[in-house]
């Protein structure tokens, strides 16, 4: 079954040992700021200070949104974490289904100016339904194998 859960880390530091923890190859970053966005990288900059972001890969999304206390963290997995950093559930019950996902031109407006990814990336999506309510509450990225 797969899972979703929460948890705050207090610094940067420990966000980034977080990051390591559920990293497996291959796997992508996306930094975002008020007045840029990094685009898809593979590699995290050593000096990583974005507010906000993702790393994500073929088995889960991890997603940090700096707040007063530190980052929030969510994860969007597809199996149950097996990892000793301890996220709280969300919800009981999810399902989720795969799909494709596709890129614009990289002249293409709907992209800030400068927006890069790897060319050879297969980005998909990945939908976590909540079994109760069939409701879709998260899409998340993936790389598809």
Same mark, same amino acid.
Not at 5 to 15: D, F, N
Not at 89 to 99: E, F, H, N, V
């Given at each position: 079954?797969?899972? /979703?859960?929460? #948890? ?11 990051l ?7 796997s ?7 007045? #840029?966005?990094? *685009? ?35 994860l ?15 919800? #009981? ?9 596709y ?6 407006? #709907?992209?800030?100016? *400068? ?8 980005? *998909? ?5 909540? /079994? ?6 998260? /899409? ?5 194998t």
């Open positions: 079954m797969s899972f /979703v859960g929460y #948890k705050q880390v207090s610094s940067p530091a420990e966000l980034q040992k977080l390591q923890d559920y990293y497996q190859q291959p992508y970053y996306f930094l975002r700021w008020a007045y #840029k966005v990094s *685009g898809i990288l593979a590699d995290l900059p050593a000096d990583f200070s974005s507010p906000e972001g993702q790393m994500f890969n073929t088995e889960l999304e991890l997603r940090w949104k700096r707040s007063n206390n530190g980052y929030q963290v969510l969007l997995s597809r199996n149950q974490p097996q990892t000793e950093s301890k996220f709280n559930p969300i919800g #009981k019950d999810w399902i989720t289904s795969d799909r494709n996902a890129f614009h031109d990289k002249d293409e407006t #709907k992209f800030p100016k *400068g927006f890069i990814y790897p060319e050879k990336l297969a980005l *998909g999506q990945r939908y976590f339904q909540d /079994v109760q309510t069939s409701s879709i509450h998260f /899409v998340a990225l993936t790389v598809k």
